[in-house]
């Protein structure tokens, strides 16, 4: 009888070492150049690797010429929020910081390298992470908590030379936004007339929240652990103080009453159905994105409202707000034109390409990974596949174009028709076909 495993024990099994030769881990150290005869290793260390040092010396932009910063990415975390664990500490949260190196690889080509930081203090990390930061082409800020995270983030923008990205905020952001995007098209509606409310002030919730303002949503309930933030409250952060306005509302109940759009980024079953059925009479949207279970699941919702448009963070769920979708393709761009930083137009970017894909025929081999063969732009498919290759050719192509549009490339020649067949390359290759 062959051995059954449950799935954590299959996963256990994952990140151990498969034989004597492998590593423990999901990460490792990939050579790009030969090092097997005496004229190779004299160029790989001494003494030609004093050539390109000397090169660099006269110009700093010849790092991207003669070594991999133009295409590494530095994963940091100090842990404090890992996943839906919170703060477990430096090493337990090292297998999430390879992972995020692994969808990297997997879905950019963008290699990664995990920096766990064993302190929580906001201004020593911003100390450290700026003194490494221009060895790397970008750095990818991971699960560090609200509300240190934004200040973090925005010094480090300040300060470094190279992208700073907090994917918690800004990744769940730009998907939920090209679904926005797609969600108001089919409806008619405009961004300025709906109710949009949110549960959940953390990182990701304020960002998600920010991005709806840039695309003209103007009327934001936020909730957090308390109940709606409104202005009555003495008891908020700088952060959440941008949402307090004055509402008679105080409950999720009282909130989601004529709701265009919910997003939930708080615990499991917090929306009921009585809930759902008060939302807006046409088109509502919900994206219930705790993990692994969601505020509300699909069939629940569709019971007492059969027009609703619902995403979750679920992959067995249609629309699933996948943050595999953003990340890998935003630094994949923003490499490649060596950007300083990412803009607020740069992820704009990334969520229009998102929400474009999403109308485009979908490719039978990605029908066969979901099990699908409804997938057509509609109610249950405003968001792209991770599997879709083409995430890659269109995410990665705006984000590019709007660096170069923005000068925050130093990359002055660039050929948008050619970079895009590059890209379609690219995505070729991670599928083994070339």
Known sequence: MSEQLS?????????????????????????????????????????????????IEKDLDKAYDYTNKGNLVAVISD????LGLGDIGQLAGKPVMEGKGVLFKSFANV?????????KDTEEIIKIVAAMANSFGGVNLEDISAPRCFEIERRLKEICNVPVFHDDQHGTAVITTAGLINVLEMSNKNAADLKV?????????????????????????????????????????????????????????????????????????????????????????IFACSNPNPEIKPPLA???RPDIIIGTGRSDYAN????????????RGALDVRATKITENMKMAASRALA????????????????????????EYIIPSPFDRRVLVYVASAVAKAAI?????????FDLDAYKIKLEKLGKHLDGEL
Do not use: W
Not at 261 to 282: A, F, N, R
Not at 320 to 331: D, K, R, S, T
Not at 405 to 413: L, N, P, T
């Open 7 to 55: 799935f954590e024990e299959q996963s256990l099994r994952y990140h151990k070492a498969l034989n004597e030769y492998d590593t423990n881990g999901k990460t490792g150290t990939l050579l790009t150049k030969p090092c097997s005869t005496q004229e190779e290793l004299a160029m790989a260390y001494s003494p030609g690797v004093a050539y390109p040092c000397l090169e």
């Open 79 to 82: 842990c404090t929020a890992v």
């Open 111 to 119: 290699d990664a390298i995990d920096i766990e930081l064993n302190t």
């Open 197 to 285: 409310v949110v549960i959940g002030a953390g990182a990701a919730g304020i960002a998600c929240a920010n991005m709806y303002k840039e695309l003209g949503v103007k009327n934001i309930t936020m909730l957090d652990s308390k109940g709606v933030i409104h202005s009555g409250r003495d008891d908020l952060n700088e952060y959440k103080q941008l949402f307090a306005f004055e509402t008679s509302d105080r409950t999720l109940e009282d909130a989601m009453k004529d709701a265009d759009m919910v997003l939930g980024l708080s615990q499991p079953d917090l929306i009921t159905p009585e809930m759902v059925k008060s939302m807006s009479e046409k088109s509502p949207i």
């Open 302 to 304: 569709k019971e007492v």
């Open 320 to 331: 699933q707000v996948n943050n595999v979708l953003g990340f890998p393709q935003i630094f």
């Open 356 to 379: 474009a894909l999403a109308k485009e025929d979908v490719p039978s081999r990605v029908k066969k990974a979901h099990n699908r063969e409804d997938m057509a732009f509609g109610p």
């Open 405 to 413: 549009e923005d000068g925050v490339a130093r990359v002055k020649d």
